[in-house]
């Protein structure tokens, strides 16, 4: 069938656009130019090339000065790649993630760091720590808690032993989709996934799939990229997987719950990154453990009652001493820079065995 003949109106405005279109190529180039002139310097006096407090000071005034139509989270997304490529001019991001390719983890990276920022995909998040701690990665994103599931206990307990902080967080809305190789869901053996995801998908699975095995990979990509392999099997993730192996989507966001986040954490060494300066809407996150005795855990909380610091999130894990002890994951609502919040971490230190802070960072809304 022929293509219908455009309009001269629609002719116009095309050519409009291309109009457009070349301008914004010019603006763009010449804004790289500039980013090469500002690399050159950060090269030379030895300063951060990637900053994400500047990054977001940015992408915020740009929102702030957006007339519309383009929406204020559409424009954010365009200038954080417009940024990120221009970062990449100056000094490519390496950073470590959990692969291959099409994983959460590997979205919540792009969403942090933009699209030019240079991936190394892991087998799972110790390789993820490892690279990250050694070098090889400049920064690593890693899976720390599921608002349905809870926390990745392996992220948790990498956490004590590392010489890495963590310096950012992101959040993401996590809708699982059912995908494989055969356009329809008869004939489903297994399902392979992520723990994660087959725990996340478990009520949906007992009532659609209820006689079909649940098989546990290392990530949902991988489950992806296993079921393109056998028209038997299926696996559970993110629309990007499917494109990427080439699998058919057969059911949509078929998550137990409707709003489903997960929150990674951004990680670096101290001299890659220091501890990003407070925004007025911080975290600090700190991994503490106190003697088995009666009252340990309300003398841990006093020093946070006194001085006014809000805890949000508690979370104990085993210390495998065989004394029964316990390593406590805390996160406080605050910057250490704040006097109520350094007074209060000074205390805790005091009492505790154990005393490490992972890390202060902005709080994504």
């Known amino acids: 069938m022929a293509e219908p003949v455009a309009s001269q109106a629609l002719l116009a405005l095309r ?19 500039v980013a090469e002139q500002v690399g050159a310097i950060k090269r030379a006096e030895g300063t951060p090339f990637f900053r994400p407090d500047r990054v977001a000071q940015v992408i915020e005034k740009i929102r702030a000065a957006n007339p519309g139509p383009l929406q204020g989270e559409h424009v954010a997304a365009i200038w954080r790649e417009i940024m990120s490529a221009c970062l990449a001019l100056e000094s490519p991001q390496r950073v470590a993630v959990l692969g291959p390719m ?41 899976g720390v808690e599921n608002m349905t599931e809870g926390v990745v206990t392996r992220s948790l307990d990498l956490f004590l032993h590392t010489p890495c902080h963590v310096v950012g967080e992101v959040s993401l809305l996590i809708r699982h989709n059912l995908m494989r190789k055969e356009p329809s869901m008869h004939g489903i053996e297994a399902v392979l996934a992520h723990p994660q995801a087959l725990a996340q998908c478990q009520n949906w699975l007992n009532k659609h799939l209820p006689d079909v095995e649940r098989r546990a990979v290392s990530s949902n990509a991988e489950g992806a990229r296993l079921a393109a392999t056998n028209p038997a099997w299926a696996a559970l ?39 990003p300066p407070a925004t007025g809407r911080d975290c600090t996150s700190l991994v503490v453990s106190v003697a088995n005795r009666p009252g340990a855990m309300h003398d ?11 805890m949000t999130r508690l979370e104990s894990r085993p210390a495998r001493t065989g004394q029964w002890d316990y390593y406590f994951y805390i996160d406080l609502d605050g910057h250490p820079t704040q006097s109520h919040v350094a007074d209060a971490l000074a205390e805790l230190r005091q009492i505790c065995a154990f005393f490490k802070v992972l890390g202060a960072y902005p709080v994504k809304n």
């Open 102 to 142: 099409g994983t959460f983890c590997e979205q919540a990276a792009l969403e942090y760091f933009g699209g030019a920022a240079d991936m190394t995909y892991c087998a799972n998040f110790d390789e993820v720590f490892h690279a990250t701690a050694s070098g090889s990665a400049q920064f690593g994103v890693v």
């Open 237 to 275: 993730g993110a629309e990007r997987a499917s494109t990427l192996f080439g699998v058919h989507i057969v059911a949509h966001a078929i998550q137990d719950e409707a709003y489903n986040r997960t929150r990674f954490a951004v990680i670096c060494l101290p001299q890659t990154m220091a501890t």
């Open 300 to 310: 841990l909380l006093v020093p946070l009652k006194k001085h006014g610091v809000s």
């Open 15 to 33: 050519d409009q656009i291309d109009g457009l279109d070349k301008q914004l190529l010019k603006l763009l180039n010449e804004r790289a130019h």
